[in-house]
């Protein structure tokens, strides 16, 4: 299986800063890869996939890039909403792997 | 407006069987693959399996081959995971998902998902 690494699992920040998360493929994914937000007691929500492209209504202050094995969701101008944990996923090969998200709060 | 709505889930013993459904609305079910996916308590997210548009195709985790079974029925635009022989590890919420396209593992749409604990 695919192992999907993300970093940092925890980290907290202020409104309005930019955040970026990392996650990284154990082989490449040739940018098959997904992020979604899960906010509090929510099912998750795609954001990004094929790692760059934004999903209908997602705002533009998210964006995906990376390549290979390394990839990074950023999030500009951080609002309050915005507080969820976040996954990558790859697309690449069965089974289609989540990483252990990482928590987003706020400052 | 897309709406995915799982029922079914509840306590069940090891070894035995529970069978979940997901209702459909707001799109064309028969044009979509559609998935499982799970997510143990406070943990993260497992795919669990897929099926396409007409049901002839299904893929799934080889911890589930063999014991769950996913179908669906088009004319009431319903998703099913049939669930044999369960184990304590496939305690988790059982999420109802819709594939973006066709050829992807990409879900842009999810249920609000049921609890399936297996425990004696």
Redesign the interface.
């Known amino acids: 299986d695919i192992q999907m690494t993300q970093s940092p699992a925890s980290l907290s920040a202020s409104l309005g800063e930019t955040v970026t998360i990392e996650c990284l493929a154990s082989e490449d994914i040739y940018s098959?890869l997904?992020w979604?937000q899960q906010k509090p007691g929510?099912?998750?929500?795609?954001l990004i996939?094929y790692a760059n492209s934004l999903?209908d209504g997602v705002p533009s202050r998210f964006s995906g890039s990376g390549s290979g094995t390394q990839y990074s969701l950023k999030i500009n101008s951080l609002q309050s909403e915005d507080v969820s944990i976040y996954?990558c996923?790859q697309?690449y090969d069965?089974?289609?792997?989540?990483?252990?998200?990482t928590k987003l709060e706020l400052k | 407006e897309v709406q995915l709505v799982e029922s079914g889930g509840g306590l069940v013993q090891p070894g035995r069987s529970l069978k979940l459904s997901c209702a459909a609305s707001g799109f064309t079910f028969s044009n979509y693959d559609m998935a499982w996916v799970r997510q143990a308590p406070t943990k993260?997210?497992?795919?669990v399996a897929s099926i396409s548009t007409g049901g002839g195709n299904t893929?799934y985790?080889?911890s589930v081959k063999g014991r769950f079974t996913i179908s669906r029925d088009n004319a009431k635009s319903t998703l099913y995971l049939q669930m044999d022989s369960l184990r304590s590890e496939d305690t988790a919420t059982y999420?109802c998902a819709r594939h973006?396209y066709t050829t992807?593992?990409?879900?842009?749409y999810?249920?609000?998902?049921v609890m399936v604990t297996v425990s004696s």
């Open positions: 098959n997904a979604y929510k099912s998750p929500q795609l996939y999903n996954f996923q697309n069965s089974p289609y792997t989540f990483g252990a998200g | 993260g997210l497992e795919w893929y985790r080889d999420y973006l992807d593992y990409y879900f842009d999810w249920g609000q998902g």
